[in-house]
């Protein structure tokens, strides 16, 4: 879908895309990955776009992972066969998913209990198929997952045995690598994912399951990880557009950022040092993500048109429709001339949580500012 | 659009509103203005929904207030003439709101610049259409608009003469009113938003300038003021629906809030005292407005399905799809039962930003739990 426009000449607010930087991220870690040797399975849930999606694999069977039903079919209707969903399977989600997998679809479903074992054999055997499911290991306290430890990895194979649910592998995130921010710490959160997601695969093995997977992820340790032995995946999805949290973890720099905000400067309040543009948090998203970094961004960076970055100008407030850009609190540079009209770009903190906020990108390359097509996104469960 | 289904079997994350809560929200503000003596502009930022504007107007002409163009043309198209678009116009939505002026939709723009007067009255020539201008007051320091006492509010009058744009009056919004907790506080601050709106059309009128209308609103100043004398209308959005912040500044109780969002358990952590739910921001959004506040909710509220509140239960933590469940930090209160594929309702902390995820309402009457209909939401700019 080619269409003639430009970033300034765009209805605002908008989200850009830019396929330059995009493309770079992507090689990044798709090189290090073979470099370190396994296999990168993208997390489509930053994108949520077939047009990403065939940048990575201009193939295009997978492997991904999703985060929602809806992004598999989706993906599934546009030819991907390789999928993890990568949220803890409840009844309704294990019977939709059998239906894809009765389509021909190699969805693989997380789980962490017996209870969740049992319905998902069930609906296997409803459906006429074999359930592949991964255990889900918790290798950080984050979130959920079983330790590897605990009694209840061996009671879920078993429970997976039995109710004809095949073991796909195990599978764990190190939520917490986003907390950090020097390298040592990063290496240091990879290499424990790494050593807990081998553990768990050792242990389930040497109880006679096979456990062909081994799935690792976060885009932090993703960047970080120095050796992946015994890994057999690597999961990431921020990676490819990145965003400020990013930046404040260490893993890029601004000038990596592929997403942004284009903003029309709708009014100004000289005497607070204020700038009002049309983009408030319904198009930037309410994600606070850096204020809990040392550098906190306000709701995101504003460069110019070409993506340069105004000095220590921020999106210091959000109200649903307005944001207001102030020059970041301690520093002395001067608040620039932006009159009522003129447009801006906004580096979001949280590129997944900015991109659901819109229907679609607006495609560029680097700084050239024509806009070459539209990318639908989409959304819901 | 009616199905049959019930919140106990509807697929999860899902919207829900509870038409008797809303009708009742709808009716408490609908009989204070009627005392109070003025016409009630609903904000429909909230719903973005032509159902709930039809619960508002079974008339359907308006007045409402809007947020995005989007809006505009999809109240437009269903019948609605007489809105106010409540954000500072730009060149681009000048000329967008001329072409819905030229197909008969009285629509009032919001400026507070002579530059904006300027490009307003060129894109009405274009359009062959006379604009119609609100100048925005500032009647708190929250966000755009000129203090009354400004030189500029005479000039920007003067400018609109000159450009050929129609004054159809003032327009201001108290939303430092958020911020506050105590009634006195609240009547203070609806009487500072009456006197400064009525102020700046005294002053206007003083120059020669016709000044039809007197537009005030944010949801809690309309429901603590006391008189409104000199104002001819009130503009609230989120009273409709109310929330969290709003529970917190202490306009609503947690009875009265019609939004929740469906969840379903997926996990558990007894260790750490969590149940995992498969709401997370996406789902809820990244609205954090009760932290800022007496009560800190997390990211919402938890109920059962008939919606009554588990003793203080809240999602503690979101991920994009997961949500963690919690007992609030301080109380002895214990972790109720919920095993994986029970389900919870969510109350939101921002009713506005938690709608914006959502597709469409899953509409219910009461505590019954019957889903007699859906209603689609409209989203983008």
């Known amino acids: 879908m080619s269409h003639a426009s430009d970033l300034?000449?765009?209805p605002t607010p908008a989200l850009v895309l830019d396929t330059q930087r995009l493309d770079r991220n992507?090689?990044?870690?798709?090189?290090?990955?073979?470099?370190?040797?396994?296999?990168?399975?993208?997390?489509?849930?930053?994108?949520k776009s077939i047009d990403v999606a065939r940048r990575v694999f201009p193939g295009g069977t997978g492997p991904i992972t999703v985060s929602t039903l809806a992004e598999a079919d989706y993906f599934a209707e546009h030819g991907f066969t390789d999928m993890t969903y990568a949220v803890g399977v409840a009844p309704h989600t294990?019977?939709?998913?059998?239906?894809?997998?009765?389509?021909?679809?190699?969805?693989?479903?997380?789980?962490?209990?017996?209870?969740?074992?049992?319905?998902?054999?069930?609906?296997?055997?409803?459906?006429?198929?074999?359930?592949?499911?991964?255990?889900?290991?918790d290798c950080d306290g984050?979130?959920?997952?079983?330790?590897?430890?605990?009694?209840?990895?061996?009671?879920?194979?078993?429970?997976?045995?039995?109710?004809?649910?095949?073991?796909?592998?195990?599978?764990?995130?190190?939520?917490?690598s986003y907390a950090l921010h020097t390298p040592d710490a990063l290496e240091a959160a990879a290499e424990n994912e790494r050593a807990?997601?081998?553990?768990?695969?050792?242990?389930?093995?040497?109880?006679?399951?096979?456990?062909?997977?081994?799935?690792?992820?976060?885009?932090?340790?993703?960047?970080?990880?120095?050796?992946l032995d015994g890994v057999t995946e690597m999961r990431a999805g921020v990676y490819m557009f990145f965003d400020l949290v990013m930046h404040g973890v260490g893993v890029c720099s601004t000038d990596d950022i592929a997403l942004s905000v284009v903003s029309t400067v709708i009014g100004a309040k000289p005497e607070k040092g204020w700038i009002m543009i049309d983009a408030g948090w319904m198009a930037l998203s309410r994600d606070r993500g850096t204020a809990a970094q040392r550098v906190d961004q306000g709701y995101g960076l504003v460069c110019d048109l070409s993506g340069r970055l105004y000095p220590d100008l921020i999106v210091a407030g959000a109200n649903q429709e307005h944001g207001t850009l102030a020059i970041r609190s301690g520093s002395s540079a001067a608040l620039p001339d932006l009159p009522v009209g003129a447009k801006v770009r906004i580096l979001p903190n949280h590129a997944c949580a900015t991109g659901a906020q819109h229907e679609r990108y607006q495609v560029v390359t680097g700084a050239d500012g024509a806009v070459s097509a539209e990318w639908p996104r989409i959304r819901g469960w």
């Open 142 to 176: 984050h979130r959920g997952g079983l330790r590897v430890e605990a009694p209840q990895l061996l009671e879920v194979a078993a429970a997976l045995a039995s109710h004809g649910v095949a073991l796909a592998g195990i599978l764990t995130h190190a939520g917490e």
């Open 196 to 227: 807990m997601a081998v553990a768990a695969a050792e242990r389930l093995r040497a109880a006679g399951y096979e456990c062909p997977i081994v799935s690792v992820g976060s885009t932090p340790t993703a960047h970080f990880a120095t050796r």
């Open 8 to 10: 300034g000449t765009l």
């Open 94 to 137: 294990a019977e939709r998913a059998m239906r894809l997998r009765k389509s021909g679809v190699d969805i693989k479903l997380l789980l962490d209990t017996v209870a969740q074992a049992e319905f998902l054999g069930e609906a296997g055997r409803a459906a006429g198929v074999t359930p592949s499911a991964l255990i889900e290991i």
């Open 26 to 47: 992507l090689e990044r870690l798709s090189e290090r990955m073979a470099r370190l040797g396994v296999t990168l399975r993208p997390h489509m849930k930053t994108a």
